[in-house]
């Protein structure tokens, strides 16, 4: 009966820790899906800024 008891503790456990895992994984998966919408966004302001730059050295 012990190791029974054991037993579901265990699985109790370990299904726990499945689902924090698939959790933090979905987690990362929308933190790397925003910093690169991130970074796309960044890019084009980066080239505005760059024009802007040149743009008031010409003048």
């Known amino acids: 009966m012990v190791y029974v008891k ?12 499945t689902n924090r895992y698939s959790q933090v994984k979905e987690f990362t998966k929308e933190l790397t899906s925003v910093r690169h919408a991130q970074s796309r966004l960044e890019l084009p302001e980066r080239k505005m800024e760059k024009e802007l730059v040149l743009y008031s050295k010409d003048s």
């Open 6 to 17: 054991r037993m579901k503790r265990y699985i109790k456990k370990m299904n726990y820790c």
